[in-house]
């Protein structure tokens, strides 16, 4: 049956969709033709959600013991973390993009679900996946891959998309807490990536390259590296509603200073991730799901240029931030092209693994 090959990295497709969405939404300058662009992402990416959500039900529902078996797979339960994003990313395109269709009042309505929605899960499989991983899962000395950054990452989605939500909260405490809130979470995921980057970087220089099919993972370092710069600029921005001007200065001052050397680090990590990926693609890169995250990790780098754009009058990160989402978006047409060849076309996507233990579809195998 189709949904029975369904697991948690199918919603990577979401995030990728959904963050051109809102990386087009938020370039410096965007131009209307940019926001239909945006537009028509959101709402591939909110129908994706739908369609995954429901395969997703099915799938437990019909296979509930390959579903129960998920969290226990040393590779599937790090993707755990991917709904969570899938969700904050489409709630954050509602207020950023979906407005214009849906109206503010339904459009923040939206994203208020979505986001209490996908911070519980995203708080839950930052707690739950790390503590299996230290108390069930078997890792050999070179296990470490970029998928261990998705489960610790969700919170840090929950920052930023919190952000837009401030000003629409009543004036006082809840504005204050929701602020707070997102930086707390930013701490939780940003000092839980500086834990993991040291294992991957080792795991790198000790053990070479991985398999091709995991070589893509790579990317999802951008991820954690551009969304806290995202999160830190977007709550400078919308910090005003929450403590008034001069406490915004500070919160504005942290993020440009804090934010512009982690950006640094994220082109720095973009060479080198792209370098090996140009070597491993030319001894044959297998197509799986695993290509989208050549998506959502380098649309995260988008918005953080953006925000530092915005927050330091710089030509120079406007410029990048365009460039970025160049690459974005030939990196989006390339996957879903692929993904929409090999889930409706062929079908091969949709088939189980053979092996017994249950493998990542379109992840462990070629």
Partial sequence: MLVSAITPNWFASVMGTGIVATAAATLPGSTS??????????????????????????????????????HLHPVIAHFYGAPAMALLTVGAGAVLVGA??????????????LWTAGTILG??????????????????????????????VPPMVSAATGALLIEHLPAGQARLTMLVACGLMVG???????AILPQLWSRLAQHKLPAPVMVPTLWIVLG?????????????????????????????????????PVFGFALLWLAIAAAITVRTARAGLPFTLTWWSFTFPVGTCVTAASGLALHTG??????????????????WFTVAARTFHGAIVTGRLLVPAASSAPAPTGLARP
């Avoid at 790390?130 to 899962?137: A, G, I, V």
């Avoid at 939780?188 to 500086?194: E, G």
């Avoid at 977007?234 to 993020?255: D, K």
């Fill in 224 to 260: 954690p590296l551009g969304q806290s710069v995202t999160a830190a600029n977007l709550l400078a921005t919308h910090a005003p509603a929450a403590v008034g001007a001069s406490g915004a200065a500070t919160v504005t001052a942290a993020a440009v200073v804090l934010g512009v």
């Fill in 314 to 331: 710089s030509t120079m990160l406007a410029i990048m931030a365009y460039a970025l989402f160049a690459l974005l978006l030939a990196a």
């Fill in 188 to 194: 939780v995921a940003f000092l839980s990536t500086l």
């Fill in 123 to 152: 708080l839950a499989t930052a707690v739950a996946i790390p503590y299996l991983q230290f108390t069930r899962h078997e890792a050999t000395a070179d296990a470490a891959f970029g998928g261990w950054l998705m489960p610790v």
């Fill in 33 to 70: 033709a940019l926001r239909v662009l945006a537009l028509a992402a959101w709402l591939v990416a909110a129908a994706l959600l739908i369609v995954l959500l429901i395969a997703s039900a099915l799938h437990a529902a019909w296979f509930p013991e390959i579903a129960r078996s998920h």
């Fill in 100 to 113: 214009s269709i849906l109206g503010e009042t339904l459009a923040v309505a939206v994203d208020a679900v």
